[in-house]
């Protein structure tokens, strides 16, 4: 069972920049795909970005696309979440999951289903 702890979230003004990190534990993390999901104040957890296992695919949710990027370093058993020109309503709690059930080194999980193991989050709060 793998463990996943979320870091690097704060306060920052719109137009700024955020870099997420999170760090697994326990498990095999290249037996992972990543993902990033964002949860809002009343509103449902949706799906921010994904990596796969290899690193070598991602996909980002299309109100994100072009400005927050996922990568991972396998040897640091770690993804980021590379988030810039934030704007005020990607103020969320954001969290990091893995999906252990993919078994194509290349697949991209996008689908809050498909993940098995999440982190607590980290806030993100974006002034205007």
């Known amino acids: 069972q793998v463990q996943l702890v979320e870091s690097g979230g704060g306060l920052v003004q719109a137009g700024g920049s955020l870099r997420l990190a999170c760090a697994a534990s326990?498990?095999?993390?290249?037996?992972?795909?990543m993902g990033w999901f964002r949860q809002a104040p009343g509103k449902e957890r949706e799906f921010v970005a994904a990596?796969?296992?290899?690193?070598?695919?991602?996909y980002d949710s299309d109100s994100m696309k072009g400005r927050f990027t996922i990568s991972r370093d396998n040897d640091k058993n770690t993804v980021y979440l590379q988030m810039n020109r934030l704007k005020p309503e990607d103020t969320a709690v954001y969290f990091c999951?893995?999906?252990?059930?993919?078994?194509?080194?290349?697949?991209?999980?996008?689908?809050?289903?498909?993940?098995?193991?999440w982190g607590q989050g980290t806030q993100v709060t974006v002034s205007s």
């Open positions: 990596i796969s296992r290899s690193g070598g695919r991602t």
């Open positions: 326990g498990g095999t993390f290249n037996r992972y795909t």
């Open positions: 999951a893995a999906a252990g059930s993919v078994v194509s080194w290349d697949y991209v999980a996008t689908q809050i289903s498909e993940y098995d193991y």
